[in-house]
């Protein structure tokens, strides 16, 4: 939720005290109450007619009737985003529109555009079969026909074929020859040339049958072949053009059903044209058919429609041929003035309409919203109004009182919307007010879990711990700068990108661009503390506390270093690096650092479900829950980290492991040169019987007090006081679960025993897993080491400016893709992990559910 300028100051730590109300509204203003309603935005309504289908419902005509516009204007986008326009976000306009006007216009608009739109389509149709039709009459691509070779005939394995050259011929059948256009020849000619050719082959293939009858003999022979051979052969045609991909399948075809009856020729067109059915370009070939018989025509023709090939009428006539190209190029030049004339037409037609689109489509939307919502009121027919619940803030009372009151004046109702609350056992919805700036953090957490109604909110902590445990493992002031230039970038043209449609990766980029900001500033932080600026220390504080005893320093121990003034100020020395000893010096300081951020971030956890269990009022959970995890926990850690801290403050060289370790094997053994103070022998003693004694502590109190609870509950202390208005509602919410219902003393007895199994375990590998921290930090600074040492200066170590060229852009190109793209999302993606398991595990429970009210502006963000 935005922050909003009516609202009290913001408050992350809880979430905002809820209360259920009713209101009851007269019908006649039902509709501007909703409304007025959803313009506060402040209210969420409950659905008291569960029990019924959408259909049942009072007003799911009218959704039904605003579904049915929302179409009509999801057509008018879809016809706006083919023709390349796009809504006017400047267009919307504070005038009123009816709702019934808008309908009217919208069906009128709507039939207008089918109309345009299939004028249109029959035009471009009709154009496209023309420039077809040309294509076979015409003039150049049918010379092109005549005087080219042809291709090598297909050879039809069949008996009664002979020898030819080094080609086996069919004798017996008509051949299908593919030829390329030649611009010499007229279209008659090669039709009669054509033609002439079929006739020759059929009167040969007569002939050679009329004397012999054989099993090779042509099927399909037409009545009018049996007849004397000295007269004239008549032949039919079909001519058109075929798909290119289907033009082998289609000859292929007609041999085989014909039998070969049939003459077929073929030519490529150069360019592809655009296919009249589907309306888009295909590579498509001209080609003549010479039949002979109906029978064949029949077969022919069904082949065709079979392969889409389609047929346009080819006359025999050479003047008539003239006439047809002339015609067909006056015709085609007429269609394309109409064709140029209709798209004008309909580019104002859609002008008209993305002019005022946006307007309309959040009238529709917002109206289809109102209706859903008064679907989700009971109506009381004999009182003439509806009866209303929702939850909604307690500091919005009077702001929704407000608009019950405008919207009774503005509706001329005689009669008020009447308000009041009501109380309840129902667990209400929690509601954070955000801004820019932590919605992002609030995200995060509600990636886990919805936060229970007024728990502790881990987000208020977030924003500070998430970007500095991210920047502990990203630490590098030149790679934060980096990241901070991208921060910068969302955040100065916010305005601008939020306006846009950007893609899902940059979306999320730009959704977290406060928490890029403070992850890159946190970097900077950490990286002044390592003294790495893409893995180059700096004297940015002063000079180095050590200088070199001799000039093989660099390859000794820290023995070879003398002290020659103060420590430096802040941060890592910068002659620690490049030293032998930086790799075991770093790796001490970043582990032992790791492991006490982790602890305080585990006892901060548990110091908010202390927190959480005094706003509930539960004892029970604050005496044997929080107490012996604290205990149990700085028994253990909470002393290591002590250690750490006296050990770094002495400068003394006890091994702490050996320390831990024998705490627990020998807990009474002298510690010897691993002392680090005096009676710290007495000291793990007492904590080790603390951390054995916390377990039980853990384990066994709470389920027995719970059963108490509630037996004394049930004999005869049922009845209790009253509580005040005021606080009803919070002390029946947050009352104990049990307080009510069956208990069952061993699912109870079992939750705890695996509640306190985790925390012991957890406890260990918590501590454990925060030390990602140093492990990652560790990686990051060693391959931007890499990096620099193996790319950089070893490209600059051969003096040459073009494999220097190369080596800056690979090392530019290595920085970006690995160390501020990949080990982002790798330290992003640890750090998350860190809250949600180690540290929210403490005292987040997350079963809670989002506050949703009915809210008019955010229907812009939404999707249909």
Request: aromatic content about 12%; glycine content about 6%.
């Amino acid at each position: 939720m935005g922050e909003r300028g009516c609202c009290p100051p913001m408050y992350l730590f809880r979430s905002e005290p809820m209360q259920l109300v009713q209101i009851i509204i007269p019908i006649e203003t039902a509709h501007l109450t909703v409304s007025y309603l959803g313009d506060l935005g402040l209210l969420q309504f409950k659905d008291l007619n569960s029990e019924k289908s959408p259909f049942q419902r009072t007003y799911a005509a009218q959704i039904k009737r605003c579904g049915e516009m929302s179409r009509k204007l999801r057509f008018f986008r879809d016809q706006m985003t083919k023709a390349g326009l796009s809504p006017s976000v400047k267009s919307m306009t504070k005038g009123d529109v009816d709702l019934d006007n808008l309908e009217t216009k919208l069906g009128e608009l709507e039939a207008e555009l089918i109309e345009v739109n299939g004028n249109n389509e029959k035009l471009q149709r009709t154009y496209n079969e023309l420039l077809e039709y040309k294509l076979v009459l015409q003039k150049e691509q049918a010379e092109r026909f005549l005087f080219s070779r042809p291709h090598v005939p297909h050879v039809w394995q069949h008996e009664g074929t002979k020898r030819k050259g080094s080609y086996e011929v069919h004798i017996e059948s008509m051949f299908s020859f593919s030829w390329i256009f030649h611009p010499t020849f007229q279209a008659g000619e090669f039709f009669y040339s054509t033609q002439s050719d079929a006739a020759a082959q059929q009167r040969e293939i007569e002939v050679q049958n009329v004397g012999e009858e054989s099993i090779n003999s042509p099927l399909l022979l037409e009545q009018e072949m049996s007849t004397d051979p000295s007269k004239q052969v008549k032949l039919g045609h079909i001519s058109g053009v075929v798909p290119r991909d289907k033009a082998m399948a289609f000859e292929r075809i007609l041999f085989r059903a014909t039998r070969g009856n049939v003459f077929l020729k073929q030519a490529v067109v150069g360019d592809p044209v655009m296919d009249p059915v589907s309306g888009e370009k295909v590579e498509k070939n001209v080609f003549v058919v010479f039949y002979s018989g109906e029978r064949a025509k029949t077969k022919v023709v069904k082949i065709c429609e079979a392969f889409g090939a389609n047929r346009y009428p080819f006359p025999d006539d050479l003047g008539k041929q003239a006439q047809m190209i002339t015609e067909v190029s006056g015709r085609l030049s007429e269609l394309k003035t109409t064709i140029d004339l209709g798209l004008v037409l309909r580019g104002k037609l859609l002008q008209t309409i993305g002019y005022e689109f946006e307007q309309w489509n959040l009238l529709v939307r917002k109206e289809k919203s109102i209706y859903h919502t008064l679907n989700m009121l009971s109506i009381d027919v004999t009182k003439k109004c509806l009866v209303a619940e929702g939850w909604s803030p307690v500091f919005a009372s009077k702001q929704i009182q407000d608009a019950l009151e405008r919207a009774s004046f503005d509706g001329n109702s005689q009669v008020g919307a009447i308000f009041q609350c009501l109380h309840t056992k129902e667990s209400p919805p929690t509601y954070f007010q955000t801004n820019r700036f932590t919605s992002s953090f609030q995200d995060i957490v509600d990636a886990y879990g919805v936060a229970k109604y007024q728990e502790a909110n881990p987000a208020l902590y977030t924003i500070v711990t998430f970007p500095f445990l991210f920047a502990v493992m990203f630490g590098d002031w030149g790679h934060g700068i980096c990241l901070l230039l991208v921060a910068m970038f969302f955040i100065v043209r916010e305005k601008k990108l939020s306006s846009q449609k950007l893609g899902d990766i940059m979306e999320m980029a730009f959704g977290g661009r406060y928490v890029i900001l403070l992850m890159a500033l946190f970097s900077i932080y950490t990286g002044l503390i390592y003294n790495e600026f893409f893995s180059i220390p700096f004297e940015l504080f002063g000079p180095s506390a050590y200088a070199c005893r001799d000039l093989s320093c660099r390859d000794s121990t820290t023995i070879g270093l003398i002290k020659v003034r103060s420590a430096y100020p802040f941060g890592v020395d910068p002659t620690w690096h490049g030293s032998r000893s930086e790799l075991p010096f770093l790796n001490s300081l970043k582990m032992k650092m790791s492991i006490l951020i982790g602890v305080v971030q585990m006892n901060l956890g548990i110091v908010l479900s202390y927190f959480n269990a005094k706003f509930f009022r539960s004892s029970v959970n604050v005496w044997f829950q929080c107490l012996p995890q604290m205990i149990f926990l700085n028994s253990l850690f909470g002393y290591l980290s002590a250690l750490i801290i006296v050990k770094w403050c002495t400068g003394s060289k006890a091994d702490l492991y050996h320390t831990m370790i024998y705490m627990f094997l020998s807990p009474t053994d002298e510690l010897g040169e691993n002392q680090l103070f005096a009676g710290q022998k007495t000291l793990q003693m007492v904590l080790l019987l603390l951390a054995f004694v916390a377990v039980p502590w853990m384990l066994f109190p709470k389920p027995f007090i719970l059963k108490k609870q509630h037996q004394e509950r049930h004999q005869g202390q049922s009845y209790q006081p009253l509580h005040s208005a005021d606080d009803s509602l919070e002390v029946e919410e947050h009352h104990d679960p049990h307080a009510h219902g069956e208990f069952e003393f061993s699912e109870i007895f079992v939750h705890q025993l695996i509640h306190t199994i985790e925390f012991v375990l957890g406890a260990i590998s918590n501590t454990a897993s925060y030390l990602r921290l140093w492990a990652l930090s560790l990686a990051h600074s060693e391959l931007s080491t890499v990096f620099y040492e193996k790319v950089l200066l070893l490209a600059w170590g051969y003096n040459n400016i073009f494999i220097l060229i190369i080596g800056i852009i690979v090392f530019i190109c290595a920085t970006v893709g690995v160390l501020l793209v990949m080990e982002t999302l790798s330290a992003f993606l640890h750090a998350l992990r860190l809250h949600w398991v180690e540290f929210m595990s403490k005292f987040y429970e997350g079963d809670g559910y989002k506050f949703l009210p009915f809210s008019v502006a955010l229907l812009g963000e939404e999707e249909d």
